[in-house]
Antibody, heavy 126, light 110 residues
Framework: QLQLQESGPGLLKPSQTLSLTCSVS??????????WGWIRQPPGRGLEWIGG???????YYNPSLKSEVTISMDASKRQFSLRMTSVTAADTAVYYC??????????????????WGQGTLVTVSS | QSALTQPPSASASLGQSVTISCTGT?????????VSWYQQRPGKGPKLMIY???KRPSGVPDRFSGSKSGNTASLTVSGLQAEDEGDYYC??????????FGGGTKLTVL
């Protein structure tokens, strides 16, 4: 069973850089049918897609966050990471990592987030 | 403000049916059949319930079904059970490798 686990600092000050890592176990991270993504959820609010990366190194980002966000992968460690610069209080959220199925074949289309981590709370406060 | 609009809450009695709507635009829900639905219980990560508008992953009860008409997608839960309580989120492809979520609907089983 594929498992994802987020890790990283839980408290940041405004203007600092957020760095989170997602560790993947129980399955491969190298299949290019999948992207490995980040989604966040501000307290009491809905989900917001941040972006993702696949094994080929191709990335995609939410246009509204693109200038502050970088997603990278270290396949040898089965990890992928999120870096967000110049955080503000508005970036306070639970951050989830997830596998994003992203392919089609003769049997159909497969576009969905099928495995999620438990989430990690990041608070931005002075 | 989420890109997709969902009602904040929905409720129905045990054993009854409930439908949750997800309204987008011609640029997302109306343009693509890549709508998925997720159930989130308190303190947990979301769980995939429906993908490609109306397909159920293995292990999801057939009480859960999805549909789409124009710019609005819907999730219907039939024969409601207590464990169906939670928050439900829709997600849609919006073109250009861009994905958008709804604001979520809190489902209460009475």
């Amino acid at each position: 069973q594929l498992q994802l686990q987020e890790s990283g600092p839980g408290l940041l000050k405004p203007s600092q850089t957020l760095s989170l890592t997602c560790s993947v176990s129980g399955g491969s991270i190298t299949n290019t049918n999948y992207y490995w993504g980040w989604i966040r959820q501000p307290p009491g609010r809905g989900l917001e897609w941040i972006g993702g990366i696949n094994y080929s190194g191709t990335t995609y980002y939410n246009p509204s966050l693109k200038s502050e966000v970088t997603i990278s992968m270290d396949a040898s460690k089965r990890q992928f990471s999120l870096r967000m610069t110049s955080v503000t209080a508005a970036d306070t959220a639970v951050y989830y990592c997830a596998r994003h199925s992203y392919y089609y074949d003769n049997s159909g289309d497969y576009y969905y987030f099928d495995y999620w981590g438990q989430g990690t709370l990041v608070t931005v406060s002075s | 403000q989420s890109a997709l609009t969902q009602p904040p809450s929905a409720s129905a009695s045990l054993g009854q049916s409930v439908t949750i709507s997800c309204t987008g635009t011609v640029s997302n829900v109306g343009a693509y059949n890549y709508v998925s639905w997720y159930q989130q219980r308190p303190g947990k990560g979301p769980k995939l319930m429906i993908y490609d508008v109306n397909k159920r992953p293995s292990g999801v009860p057939d009480r859960f079904s999805g549909s789409k008409s124009g710019n609005t997608a819907s999730l219907t839960v039939s024969g409601l059970q207590a464990e169906d309580e939670g928050d439900y989120y829709c997600n849609s492809y919006a073109g250009g490798n861009n994905w958008v979520f709804g604001g979520g609907t809190k489902l209460t089983v009475l």
